[in-house]
Structure formats: structure tokens, C-alpha cells
Nanobody
Framework: VQLQACGGGLVQAGGSLRLSCAAS????????MGWYRQAPGKQRELVAH???????NYGDSVKGRFTISRDNAKNTVYLQMNSLKPEDTAVYYC??????????WGQGTLVTVSS
């Protein structure tokens, strides 16, 4: 399974960005798909993930500002990020858990929020 993420970039505080991550490959079924992030000097943390049944889960720091959604037909997950803050600056990693309990990571996309 390969994960292709895109949509990162530079934005001013208060702005918005949309990340997308598409999964490709053969013989896999998605269970949970989502995003983690890692800022310099910090541990990787959950941003948001969404289950196969559609239930989202968000990290406390992004609740009310970020929205995760999923297109099952395209094996793609989206992260709409609004009201961005400088502390949202990080490398964002797409993450996938399959029904067979295998985990995959994307290559990471950098989000930089300027103050």
C-alpha cells in the first residue's frame, strides 16, 4: 500500500489549507485512515482519524478548527484545516490501518503557519 499526500504549504495565521491523502495498492481494505503531525522537537501526535464507519476522532488541539472526511470510493482522506495557528506548524503524516491490522505511513507534507 502506498500513501500519497499533498496540500501542504505556507499560510498566514487564521488561514486555511486542505490536505489530501490517497491510498493505492492491491488487496487491502481500509479500517482507519487519518493524519498525525510532528513539530520540531516534539513527539508525533494525532491530528484526526476517521474509521471505516465514518466516525471521526480529533486531537484536542484541533477540535473545532479541523475537519476530516473520507471518500471510500477513492480511498482518499481529506483534512480541512481552518483558523490555522503558528503552533499548527509541523510535518503532517498520513496514516492508514487496514482491516488486516497493517499500518502504513505517507511521506509527510510540511505545513507552515506564519504569525
Amino acid at each position: 500500500v502506498q500513501l500519497q499526500a499533498c496540500g501542504g504549504g505556507l499560510v498566514q495565521a487564521g488561514g486555511s489549507l486542505r490536505l489530501s491523502c490517497a491510498a493505492s495498492g492491491s488487496n487491502f481494505r481500509i479500517n482507519i485512515m487519518g493524519w498525525y503531525r510532528q513539530a520540531p522537537g516534539k513527539q508525533r501526535e494525532l491530528v484526526a482519524h476517521i474509521t471505516s464507519g465514518g466516525g471521526p476522532n480529533y486531537g484536542d488541539s484541533v477540535k473545532g478548527r479541523f475537519t476530516i472526511s473520507r471518500d471510500n470510493a477513492k480511498n482518499t482522506v481529506y483534512l480541512q484545516m481552518n483558523s490555522l495557528k503558528p503552533e499548527d506548524t509541523a510535518v503532517y503524516y498520513c496514516n492508514l490501518f487496514t482491516l488486516s491490522r497493517r499500518e502504513y505511513w505517507g511521506q509527510g507534507t510540511l505545513v507552515t503557519v506564519s504569525s
